[in-house]
């Protein structure tokens, strides 16, 4: 027979090692985060059983820790276990008779880790090209946070802003321009840490970039890197991607030299902490050959655009647009390299998927069709 004492003392450990995961994934240490939140998620199963709201609260943050991992399709299925147990224990909570009225402190913990769970989710499946399905799920997750939640709450920030992402990729720039700010006055109203403003003012400096107004974006994302390196270190790869997104509006200004530092030091960053063969190393490669290419450094610029392909093809779907961003940047290469077969192999590849992810009348399609328009007959 088991004493429940032993339950009680892996209870604790369980919840020990979700914390350490917490830590470790804000740290940077990804691989230890996992390792420390998979024993929590199994040890949480064990004894509390498939339905336990902190099995679902370890498994929120086990998507979370693989998706920073590029481990995206496991990311989405913890996410997606997690909100499959929260949605009963959610409704059975409000629609409880009001003799028998809930928790108003757990209902609003187990609403709160819900909407964190779809938050997530939505993120995941944003990374891995299905908009159309992330902005639906941004959309329906806005909506709830702002029925279920004080005005002002950083939770509805947080929706808001992730909302934007999904705009700003499918070229809803005003969209993305209107929920990032609502997100900006909801953060600047409130007691914070920097990570919501630092965010905010990283995509507020993307989608500068997007628009072509690289003046305008520039002291933006050089206030997210100031604020995120304040509160982790110049070495940890959330100020590595500031960086390398304040290196793109740099590179826009032409101020190149300046850039391809920023795109070296996030390359090391994710390298070191990442790995080689990352999505966000390959982020950087390709941004770097970007630079080589306006420099005139040609073979340098090929070279690095092959090792982004690589690695995307390795961890990204064949029609995810983020190849096709590549193929199509390597193609403009290969044609002024004077291998006309190559680069309409590369540009009729890229137009297909931008054709089937995006959609024929999105920028990236017109500009990839009018590219390969441009080669020559032959």
Request: aromatic share 4%; proline share 4%.
């Amino acid at each position: 027979m088991i004493d429940s004492g032993d339950d009680d003392d892996r209870g604790d450990r369980a919840a020990r090692r979700h914390e350490e995961a917490i830590a470790l994934r804000e740290g940077g240490s990804y691989a230890a985060a996992a390792e420390a939140c998979d024993e929590a998620v199994r040890i949480f199963e064990e004894i509390e059983g498939s339905d336990s709201p902190n099995l679902a609260n370890a498994l929120v943050e086990r998507g979370r820790i693989l998706d920073l991992m590029d481990r995206h399709a496991e990311a989405e299925a913890a996410l997606e276990r997690a909100a499959e147990i929260l949605r009963p224990l959610i409704a059975s909570d409000v629609d409880q008779d009001l003799d028998d009225t809930p928790d108003p402190e757990v209902l609003d913990d187990l609403t709160r880790l819900g909407l964190r769970a779809e938050l997530a989710r939505m993120d995941v499946i944003r990374k891995r090209g299905r908009l159309e399905e992330a902005a639906t799920l941004g959309e329906a997750a806005v909506r709830r946070a702002e029925a279920a939640l004080p005005a002002g709450d950083l939770l509805i920030a947080e929706a808001l802003n992730g909302l934007g992402v999904i705009y700003k990729f499918q070229c809803r720039f005003a969209d993305a321009e209107g929920v990032y700010q609502r997100a900006l006055r909801i953060v600047e109203s409130s007691e914070s840490g920097p990570d919501p403003l630092a965010t905010l003012m990283h995509n507020l400096g993307g989608l500068a970039h997007s628009r072509g107004d690289f003046a305008a974006g520039e002291p933006l994302a050089r206030r997210a890197v100031e604020l995120r390196e304040a509160a982790y270190g110049r070495g940890h790869p959330a100020v590595a991607a500031d960086i390398e997104a304040w290196g793109a509006l740099l590179e826009g200004l032409g101020q190149l030299p300046e850039a391809e530092r920023a795109y070296r030091e996030a390359l090391a960053t994710f390298e070191a902490t990442l790995g080689p063969e990352s999505l966000e190393a390959a982020s950087s490669a390709a941004a770097l050959a970007s630079v080589h290419h306006s420099l005139g450094q040609r073979d340098e610029a090929l070279a690095g655009y092959q090792r982004a392909l690589a690695i995307r093809a390795a961890k990204l779907d064949p029609g995810h647009f983020d190849l096709g961003l590549t193929l199509n940047n390597m193609g403009m290469l290969l044609r002024e390299l004077d291998r006309p077969a190559d680069a309409r192999a590369a540009l009729a590849r890229a137009l297909a998927i931008f054709e089937s992810s995006l959609g024929p009348d999105h920028p990236h399609t017109r500009a990839a069709a009018a590219n390969l328009a441009a080669l020559p007959i032959p």
